[in-house]
């Protein structure tokens, strides 16, 4: 599976528009939620359906859905909201996981503070979000959290990510499918994805 991409033309708008250092804290995070919603038309496009038997105005029919319920977002505090938001409007049965990791800032790697989700994650589909995959540290150690419980089977979305951060999760975990925005050039010195856009969790709540 890999890599997507959801080079969506809207997508891809909206993103140039986050990027822009310009963009308000209202705007990005608006934009955000707006690209999640449009990405999770992607990334949901191989869920399960079954049939129901409804009543249309004029006759009895058998239509399809989802089940909302069997698909946990997780999201990786606290930058993962943003996206979180985005797919809970287009999925709101969906349960809800949260984990908290923080980056320490010498070594970059991920340390978990916070951790909670749904029970039964055997019947479930996970979907782990964050924006921002830089090295890749927070999201294995997320999804390595997530595979403990044995979930039915695990993705990973992200906005932005580059080729540093999709070799650390590929290595380590090949079975989980990776969707993102773009693939940007690299990381920083700081560890932050060039070109970018700069410390999300800071630019969706005005934190700096
Ligand atoms: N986290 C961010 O918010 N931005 C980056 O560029 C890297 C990690």
């Known amino acids: 599976m890999g890599v997507v991409v959801i080079d969506?033309?809207?997508?891809?708008h909206k993103l140039t528009l986050m990027r822009r250092k310009e963009a308000s804290t209202n705007s990005f995070r608006r934009l955000?939620?707006?690209i999640a919603a449009l990405m999770a038309y992607e990334v949901l496009r191989d869920i399960?359906?079954?049939d129901v038997e409804i009543e249309t105005p004029l006759e009895t029919t058998v239509g399809k859905v989802i089940d909302g319920k069997k698909l946990v977002?997780?999201?990786?505090?606290?930058a993962g909201s943003g996206i979180l938001d985005g797919m809970l409007d287009v999925v709101p049965g969906a349960r809800v996981g949260h984990i908290g990791l923080y980056r320490d800032p010498k070594t970059l790697v991920a340390v978990e503070y916070y951790f909670k989700m749904?029970?039964?994650l055997a019947e479930r589909d996970v979907v782990v979000v964050d924006p921002m995959m830089a090295t890749g540290h927070s999201a294995v150690a997320a999804v390595e959290r997530i595979l403990e419980l044995g979930p039915r089977s695990v993705r990973f979305v992200c906005l932005l990510t580059c080729p540093e951060g999709i070799a650390t999760l590929q290595g380590a975990h090949p079975e989980v499918p990776?969707?993102?925005a773009a693939v940007d050039r690299g990381l920083d010195e700081h560890g932050y994805?060039?070109?970018?856009l700069g410390d999300a969790g800071?630019?969706?709540?005005g934190t700096k």
Do not use: A
């Not at 994805?193 to 970018?196: D, E, N, T």
């Not at 800071?202 to 709540?205: A, K, L």
């Open 178 to 180: 990776i969707y993102t």
């Open 8 to 12: 969506h033309p809207l997508v891809q």
């Open 118 to 120: 749904p029970s039964d």
């Open 32 to 34: 955000l939620t707006e």
């Open 193 to 196: 994805i060039v070109p970018g």
């Open 202 to 205: 800071d630019r969706m709540f």
């Open 48 to 50: 399960p359906l079954h």
């Open 73 to 78: 977002f997780v999201s990786i505090l606290r």
